[in-house]
């Protein structure tokens, strides 16, 4: 699985569908153009936060906007929590330790711990490796929840 290209082929799709050029997208979720840019030119893959914006204005899970799933069901989602919140609570419910995951995953136990104090967040590339691991979807990783109307 290439996360770049599935990234930049979804980003480059739900633009022209919307008929959107990098600056106005840039625009419309207050991110500088040239971050954009990148992520079609120089293979570089967003940020979290930047991820999280990207799927905000579009409606779109996270496991879309990366191709994880080939489903879009627009949905206006909630603020994400921390990811430090997130992180934990996760490790909460599948009763799991930062040291567990660091060892299963190999990753760093520096990385998990730095997650756990909110003083980084992980690359898409580990936050895809911990979502298949714990077998949900980004979304539910990073506590990220969507509006249900009635």
Partial sequence: ????????????????IRNLKIKELAQQIGIDGSSITKYFREGVIPKLPHAI?????????????????????????????SFSQAFDDILRFHNRTKYRLAKDL???????????????????????KIADYFGCTLDELVGRKYVEYV
């Fill in 53 to 81: 914006a990207i799927a905000d204005y579009f409606g779109c899970a996270l496991d879309y906007l990366f191709g994880l799933t080939n489903e879009f069901v627009k949905k206006n989602y909630l603020p994400c929590p």
């Fill in 1 to 16: 699985m290439n996360i770049l290209s599935n990234f930049s082929e979804t980003l480059s799709e739900l633009m022209l």
């Fill in 106 to 128: 190999k990753i760093s136990n520096q990385s998990t711990i730095a997650w756990h104090k909110g003083k980084s967040i992980p690359t898409m590339e580990n936050l895809i």
